[in-house]
């Protein structure tokens, strides 16, 4: 069973950076790909980026160009460098596999605030 620890969340002013980091456990990290989701207040969670084993990423339209994900397969990490934050970066944010599946639940997430 994977389980994931997120970090590295924050309050930061709008335009600055936070780099968020995820511990997994277990032994099928390697072979599996990794996505950051984020959940806003009152919305649904979205999956903003995504990397594969083999290091490919995708991105959201809405955080293209400003935010990189990464893993280190030895480490069993992943993490998520954002730059130039707005406020509607606002969320929770939570590391775990794409695609989602339920028998691998969510872990406790890390806060992002963006505001002056």
């Known amino acids: 069973q994977v389980q994931f620890v997120e970090s590295g969340g924050g309050l930061v002013q709008p335009g600055g950076s936070l780099r968020l980091s995820c511990a997994a456990s277990?032994?099928?990290?390697?072979?599996?790909?990794m996505g950051w989701y984020r959940q806003a207040p009152g919305k649904q969670r979205e999956l903003v980026a995504t990397i594969t084993k083999s290091g490919s990423t995708n991105y959201a339209d809405s955080v293209k160009g400003r935010f990189t994900i990464s893993r280190d397969n030895a480490k069993n990490t992943v993490s998520l460098q954002m730059n130039s934050l707005k406020p509607e970066d606002t969320a929770e944010y939570y590391c775990?596999?794409?695609?989602?599946?339920?028998?691998?639940?969510w872990g406790q997430g890390t806060q992002v605030t963006v505001s002056s």
């Open positions: 277990g032994s099928i990290f390697s072979i599996i790909a």
């Open positions: 775990n596999v794409v695609p989602r599946v339920a028998s691998i639940s």
